[in-house]
């Protein structure tokens, strides 16, 4: 049962554009949520999280929003650059536990 | 931040053998993990290395299958014992810092034929 989903295998966007990654969850005791991106060859490294008080999160390029009521969230990256490219995975976790569930990512693509 | 270094960084493995990924971290930490990255697939919790006693492994996981070592804070090692080409994954280490994120290493790629 995978209670983290993200449906869109890959996503092509136009430098400059907007690029939105999309998350959704099962668990509603999911209270903290992660992006991560990852390049071919490293790990996965910490993008930007948003925590369940809220419904949105920005750090420069990067806005994470959250849908309680429909355990969906998203990522937005604006403008989007050619080294965005890469795989972006979702990440939940409850509070009070030490477990990270991820999704199965998404891998970003931006064209020159 | 926490800088986590893994060994191997890839290997190719032969069915019915075992390898030990070593992961080494530059400050102490009380929470280390192992997860694992089939092909195509999500980052799975194998395990949480416990320093001082034995690692907590998650449903699907087996300690038979996947011993753990951690021998102080700063160090632990994965072995896959028995490797069939299934057990082809990237293995991950990573370490929280109670910082609200997870810090990884970068991961070992593990072919198996």
């Known amino acids: 049962d995978q209670q983290v989903k993200q449906n869109s295998p890959s996503l092509s966007v136009q430098e400059g554009r907007i690029s939105i990654l999309n998350c959704d969850y099962t668990n509603s005791m999911f209270d903290y949520f992660l992006w991560y991106k990852k390049y071919p060859a490293e790990g996965p490294t910490f993008l930007i999280s948003?925590?369940?008080?809220?419904d949105k999160n920005e750090d420069g390029r990067f806005t994470v929003f959250l849908n309680k009521s429909a355990k969906h969230l998203s990522l937005h990256i604006v403008p989007s650059q050619p080294g965005d490219s890469a795989v972006y995975f979702c990440?939940?976790?409850?509070?009070?536990?030490?477990?990270?569930?991820f999704g199965t990512g998404t891998r970003l693509k931006v064209l020159a | 931040s926490a800088v986590i270094s893994q060994k191997p960084s890839r290997d190719i493995c032969q069915r019915g053998t075992s390898l030990t990924i070593q992961c080494q971290v530059d400050?102490?930490?009380?929470?280390m993990f192992w997860y694992r990255q089939q092909p195509g697939q999500s980052l799975t919790l194998i395990a949480t290395a416990n320093q001082g006693s034995e690692a907590t492994y998650e449903s699907g996981f087996v300690i038979d299958k996947f011993p753990i070592s951690r021998p102080n804070l700063t160090f632990s090692t994965l072995t896959v014992s028995n490797m069939s080409p299934e057990d082809s994954s990237i293995y991950l280490c990573s370490v929280d810092l109670n910082l609200g994120e997870l810090f990884f290493g970068e991961g070992s790629r593990l072919t198996v034929l």
């Open positions: 990440a939940a976790s409850e509070t009070g536990t030490y477990k990270y569930i």
């Open positions: 948003i925590s369940s008080i809220k």
């Open positions: 400050s102490q930490v009380t929470m």
